[in-house]
């Protein structure tokens, strides 16, 4: 019982930010018009209209019964005109109401679930990529795998089930309602097989009784069904990722020969998803051998009941079949959670999935507001002294093990100088970069930003996204901020003038390009930003000694009033700046002025 209170409060908190968001929403109402309304009450209004169709449909098939036993009382009584009534005056209509309610169920069904799918894919999204909790759960250790799949797949699903489950069962709610006041009716005077010994409501008890103990013994099959299906989405995704990623790096595998060590790879992944795949046969061969004996069992009972007291001529042939239609309504109302076990074990599966994403998410943003280790970048609450340099006080940078990288007392980065940093492998000039970013969210201490300042990094390798080369030049602004001629210029001046006239052409950019010409399109996205302050990563170590000079030699001309520090091991470096800062692991080694080229 605990576990079923957790899990339905699970589903209550996964539902509840739609049906309590206050974003704004429109939608266009045939013979209204468009609407204008919080996007809550556009999903909630859905919601009711499918609720209100449902137990329309179940108002319809309670006259369809009378129907079937007028219509085999008409047949029994050889009433040509009573038949001929029933099927044309009474079916007719009532059919074709059917199937008008159907299409509107349907168009209904549709426009709810893409909505809600599109704000909750809009929330999973933000608050995935937002204070770059999709980098920090990797840093963690808190990261849920394949977050691409539970905001892509899991996230409709999820919705999907949630409608057909909750909207059946409401429907079965309202049947159950609905025929078992006919059944018992129909069967008052029923008594027990051999028997003198009369039962009211005899087979609306065979009914309860028979469906108590087939979803009893239904769950005790199937409940491995939930952690199988969890575990199959899991080894699904992480196969389609290992196919993705072997694309993205297929030159650097072509290179190394890798081509049988991938082969071993992928089949161990997708040899996961088969054994788990014939696991969940097995479980699902059990459980249907159980299920459709149950659900054939089913169809002969109501008429062992009914059958004999039609051959005493107590009931007629309409009555008979009508009984029998009540009892199967009943039956598959009870029955319900056996006929939708397979899809309540998915959908177990994956309300967890999308449970334990947003906790990972929120077990990432606590892990940051732990006592000690905390985010360090302080802009824009504490700027720094007018001359707007960026203070590094009292720093700690640590592993998500808590192990110190890199301390660092007092350093202090002067606006329009362009610094040198350098110190061996792993010292930790990288994270100072990321914590200066603000995106290292292990350590203590201050480091401190000019207000206002507008910070750039540039890694050693560029992300490029996939889309348009526009797209991947103007990244991580949108594609429509920067003039297009603005953009080719840029390109132009990095030496990419070639590729200028395919700024619309889509394609793989980042397989496209070699690492140089990316590194050249990362400086061409500088000069478009124009930041404040621009941190390079061994931004141009994939370049050659004259192409590097030239490109700082671009940065220094178009950039002015841009401050640069960079990271890197060439000693030619040593040309572009005015100052060297040596880290070490005791923290800052030499602080040495450099004369510029």
Same mark, same amino acid.
């Given at each position: ?15 509840? #930010? ?20 919080? !996007? ?13 169709? %449902? ?17 085999? %009382?008409?047949?029994?009584?050889? =009433? ?20 008008? +309610? ?64 909750? *909207? ?60 199988? %299906? ?33 082969? !071993? ?5 997708? /040899? ?16 249907? *051998? ?10 002969? +009972? ?5 059958? #004999? ?42 309300? =967890? ?21 905390? #985010?360090?970048? =302080? ?33 202090? *980065? %002067? ?22 970013? /603000? ?7 201050? +480091? ?21 080369? *526009? ?25 990419? /003038? ?5 700024? =619309? ?25 124009? #930041? ?15 192409? !590097? ?37 005791? /923290? ?10």
């Amino acid at each position: 019982m605990h576990g079923l209170k957790s899990a339905l409060l699970t589903i209550w908190r996964l539902i509840l #930010p739609y049906a309590t968001t206050r974003d704004a929403g429109e939608m266009t109402i045939p013979l209204i018009g468009r609407v204008r309304l919080q !996007e809550r009450w556009i999903g909630i209004g859905l919601f009711i209209s499918l609720i209100l169709i %449902n137990l329309f449909q179940v108002a319809l098939n309670v006259r369809l019964s009378y129907f079937s036993r007028d219509l085999y %009382n008409a047949l029994q009584e050889m =009433d040509a005109a009573a038949f001929w009534h029933q099927l044309l005056a009474v079916f007719s209509p009532l059919a074709a109401v059917w199937i008008a +309610i159907a299409i509107l169920e349907i168009v209904v069904q549709y426009i709810f679930h893409i909505r809600w799918r599109a704000w909750m894919t809009r929330r999973y999204i933000d608050n995935w990529l937002s204070g770059s909790a999709h980098y920090k759960m990797q840093l963690s250790g808190a990261e849920a795998d394949n977050p691409d799949q539970r905001i892509a797949e899991d996230i409709n699903l999820f919705i999907a089930n949630t409608r057909t489950l909750s *909207l059946g069962l409401l429907s079965q709610v309202a049947t159950l309602a609905s025929f078992a006041a006919i059944l018992w009716s129909l069967s008052e005077n029923f008594t027990l097989p051999g028997t003198d010994i009369a039962v009211p409501g005899l087979l609306l008890w065979v009914a309860l009784i028979y469906a108590v103990l087939g979803t009893w013994l239904t769950h005790i099959i199937g409940r491995k069904l939930i952690g199988l %299906n969890f575990a199959q989405q899991r080894y699904e995704a992480d196969f389609r990722f290992s196919l993705a990623r072997l694309r993205e790096y297929g030159e650097q595998v072509a290179l190394l020969s890798g081509e049988n060590a991938e082969k !071993e790879q992928l089949g161990q992944k997708f /040899g996961r998803v088969i054994d788990n795949f014939m696991a969940i046969l097995n479980r699902q061969k059990k459980l249907t *051998l159980f299920t459709a004996s149950f659900f054939q069992a089913s169809v002969v +009972i109501p008429y062992l009941f009914v059958a #004999p007291y039609l051959f005493l001529k107590k009931v007629t042939l309409g009555q008979m079949m009508q009984t029998v239609d009540a009892f199967s309504r009943v039956q598959g109302a009870l029955t319900f959670f056996i006929s939708a076990y397979t899809t309540v074990a998915d959908y177990k599966a994956v309300v =967890d999935r999308l449970s334990s994403f947003e906790h990972a998410i929120d077990a990432t943003r606590r892990q940051e507001q732990r006592p000690g280790v905390q #985010p360090l970048l =302080d802009h824009p609450v504490r700027p720094t002294s007018d001359n707007g340099a960026i203070v590094i006080s009292s720093v700690d940078l640590r592993l998500p093990s808590g192990r110190t990288v890199l301390s660092i007392p007092d350093l202090v *980065l %002067n606006k329009g100088e362009r610094a040198l940093v350098t110190g061996r492998s792993g010292v930790g000039k990288s994270t100072l970069f990321r914590a200066i970013a /603000g995106i290292w969210p292990f350590g203590a201490g201050r +480091i401190a930003l000019p207000k206002g300042a507008s910070v750039m990094l540039l890694p050693q390798r560029p992300y490029i996204p996939i889309g348009t080369l *526009l797209d991947a030049v103007s990244y991580p602004s949108t594609s429509d901020i920067y003039p297009k001629e603005e953009v080719a210029h840029a390109l132009q001046a990095v030496h990419l /003038g070639h590729l200028a006239p395919h700024l =619309d052409d889509e394609g793989l950019w980042g397989l496209t390009l070699s690492l140089g010409e990316q590194q050249r399109l990362s400086v061409a996205r500088a000069l478009l930003a124009k #930041p404040d302050w621009l941190l390079l990563d061994e931004a141009t170590a994939a370049l050659d000694e004259p192409m !590097e000079k030239e490109m700082y030699a671009l940065l220094a001309e178009r950039l002015p009033h841009t401050t640069i520090v960079s990271i890197g091991h060439r000693s030619t470096l040593d040309a572009f700046h005015d100052r060297r800062i040596e880290l070490t692991a005791a /923290g800052v080694g030499k602080d040495t002025a450099l004369t510029p080229a």
